[in-house]
């Protein structure tokens, strides 16, 4: 799960066009309370496709759980577990949370519970926007002013216009996770359609810049399409590995602000 959150909030942070430095009141059009997108997991190799798994983003509405104040804050849950025969030798159950601000979107606190095979991993981030830190259950780091996690990341970035996106465009930003402040260089690649069960939809197509390392074997190893209206929805998504290549596609949605609009029949 937390590779498939990577993929669609890495990627999505690139909607942002200006850069944003101050806990300005963002305009949101793009989700609300209620909204629910469902995904595919599974992994393409040369002798086809394997179901790996399952991903749920959803968006609910919490009152004065971690503000201290009034405030009504939007709670972002992105869910991820294996499916059939890849639960005998990997298991995963993975839950992310994140409890943000529904005027500036940015977090609060972000909670993790990760299992998978034998690795577990619990962890609380708590950030701390005027002392521009943020406290884990391990350590406290310093972070820039607006920083996000890998869940808030994916809401926040969709809030923004990209009308003017040229393309090879390049974009810079920074997330918290594991006790470390990351940047990505991010690079839009145009737009196309893609084909989904409901018809195919225009879509934004988006990748960030990774480290080489063990697993991803290329500069730009990631891409996910969004869908090219106000509510940028991820529908579709890959990461390639050393063999072969992890991909996401959206199977369910609900609650969104506008509806998608799909093409039923090729032009």
Known sequence: MMRICLLISVIILS???????????????????????EYRV?????????????????????????????????????EGNSTGVFNFFFKVRDKFQSFVDQQTLLPYVFLRETREGKFKKDDKV?????????????KTKSIPVNVQ??????????????????????????????DSVYTSAIKFQGRGYIKTKWGRILCLKIAPMMATGDIFADKYPMFVWVSDDENHVPVMGESEVIVGSIKMELIEYS????PLKFVKKEE
Not at 17 to 32: E, P
Not at 126 to 138: I, K, M
């Open 42 to 78: 599974y992994y393409q190799s040369g002798i086809g496709n394997v179901t790996a798994g399952e991903a749920i983003l959803t968006v609910e509405e919490w009152e004065e759980q971690y503000t201290g104040s009034d405030k009504t804050v939007f709670h972002l849950t992105g």
């Open 149 to 178: 996690d890998v869940i808030s990341a994916i809401y926040y970035m969709r809030t923004f216009k990209v009308s003017d996106f040229d393309a090879d465009s390049m974009f810079y930003l920074n997330f918290f996770l594991d």
């Open 15 to 37: 909607l942002n066009t200006s850069g944003v430095f101050a806990q300005d009141v963002i305009l949101n059009q793009a989700f609300k309370t209620g909204e629910k997108l």
């Open 126 to 138: 708590t950030f701390d926007r005027e002392r521009l830190t943020a406290v884990s259950t391990s």
């Open 255 to 258: 609650g969104l602000v506008k």
